[in-house]
């Protein structure tokens, strides 16, 4: 049963995204005035399919409508002026928009998909909408040229929560299908280990196959990275490394920005992340231990198999991250606070600077820029910028938000089919 304490808890703004829930309830008006939910009762010859049409021309117009006001944005963003777009004042949250995001034509693919006009008691809802915008800026991305890096988190978008990266995933010939591309490959994790073993463990499956495959060349085996705690180790594939990973040296990845980034200052963010941890353990009287890295800290359950309530984890990402963020500290040192589904850990760094090291790297190695129109993240973790640490690759790149490995999946088939239509124009 639902109970008044749950609805109230899933409508607070930290667990919902202001852009998809605005589109949401454009949807809603001509659900309700074109869905027939009494065609179940009554029969009239072509009456439903009628129904759908209309349902389904609404629709379109709508996400037609949002897709001209995303562009006065993008014309705003660049004259500096977006805080003075029309969506900026309809949705306040909206952050930038790196390419055009056709919402019409994607709405018409996903309808064909999922036959959103055609349901009578359903509303288009929210997972309707999150997938008609990741296949809209998947066409957005393509259509102005290569997807040069694609960069992916590990846990639920690449495998399932704590498990690895087994040679049976089908996702894994997804990948080499990119790389075969030219498509440069980033896992980017919150992962944070010193060895490359570690990382061989939790992505074997992947790392064995990029070796073995005939569909790339000695070149483009060379376009795998692993992107470690966020931002803060960098392991590039080499199939002569036991583990077929090699240690990247910092200084020779590393952003500008973060040079800045002091030892002294580190620990000090980390003291007052491991305090913060500590209040919360002892005020939620959690069975938790307490581990500290060389650039993060977090809480795991004490007792094997254990789990902690999803309110907790929350109220534990939700308290160090105001603690922190009223620390001196922080003002010169970024961090990420985020719920890993049964753990809470602070990494120094967030998602945005580990793929925008991934974009310097590649780039470095090309002598050329890797845009952030041409990068797509692809994570499961996108809810709020309070416990999700996908949130921020927004700020340095396209996103795309899926829910299982299963979407992943499918996303890169949509990614594969609409590469296959940009090549056969050309020939």
Avoid at 161 to 171: F, Y
Avoid at 307 to 335: C, D, N
């Amino acid at each position: 049963m639902t109970t008044r304490y749950r609805v109230e808890y899933a409508l607070k703004t930290h667990r919902r995204d202001q852009f998809i829930e605005w589109i949401k309830g454009l949807l809603a008006v001509p659900f309700v005035l074109y869905s027939q939910p009494t065609g179940v009762f009554e029969s009239r010859d072509g009456g439903l399919a009628r129904m759908a049409e209309e349902a389904h021309r609404r629709y379109a117009e709508i996400m037609k409508d949002v897709e001209d006001m995303i562009d006065d944005h993008i014309d705003h963003q660049k004259v500096n002026l977006h805080h003075q777009s029309k969506l900026k004042l309809l949705v306040p949250s909206i952050g930038p928009f790196f390419t055009r995001l056709p919402l019409a034509d994607a709405f018409r693919y996903q309808d064909r998909r999922r036959y959103i006009s055609s349901r009578r008691f359903v509303p288009p809802s929210f997972n309707d909408i999150r997938l008609i915008l990741n296949t809209a800026q998947i066409m957005g991305v393509l259509a102005s040229g290569p997807l040069d890096l694609a960069t992916f988190d590990g846990d639920v978008t690449l495998y399932d929560d704590g498990q690895s990266l087994e040679p049976t995933n089908v996702v894994i010939g997804r990948i080499i299908d990119l790389m075969s591309r030219n498509t440069k490959i980033g896992i980017v994790t919150a992962a944070g280990y010193l060895e490359a073993e570690r990382y061989y463990g939790r992505l074997h499956g992947l790392l064995e196959a990029v070796k073995v495959t005939p569909l790339l060349t000695a070149e483009q085996r060379q376009n795998l990275v692993v992107m470690g705690g966020e931002s803060n180790f960098l392991f590039r594939f080499c199939s002569s490394s036991p583990y077929l990973l090699e240690w990247v040296p910092r200084r020779t990845w590393i952003l500008d920005e973060m040079h800045t980034w002091t030892e002294a200052a580190i620990q000090a963010l980390l003291d007052s992340a491991e305090a913060a941890l500590r209040e919360c353990v002892q005020s939620l009287n959690l069975q938790a231990t307490i581990i500290r890295k060389e650039r993060a800290v977090g809480i795991v359950p004490s007792i094997p198999g254990a789990r902690f309530a999803r309110e907790s984890l929350e109220e534990t990402v939700l308290v160090v991250q105001k603690i922190l963020e009223m620390s001196p500290v922080s003002e010169t040192l970024p961090f990420c606070a985020f719920n890993g589904g049964n753990d809470v850990f602070v990494d120094i760094g967030d998602k945005s600077w580990g793929v925008l090291a991934c974009q310097k790297f590649f780039g470095d190695t090309e002598g050329r820029t890797i845009e952030g129109r041409r990068t797509l993240h692809v994570g499961d973790q996108f809810l709020s910028a309070n416990g999700a640490n996908d949130f921020r690759a927004r700020r340095v790149g396209t996103t795309a938000w899926v829910a299982s490995p299963a979407e992943t999946v499918e996303l890169l088939d949509e990614v594969g089919e609409l590469l296959d239509a940009v090549e056969r124009k050309r020939v």
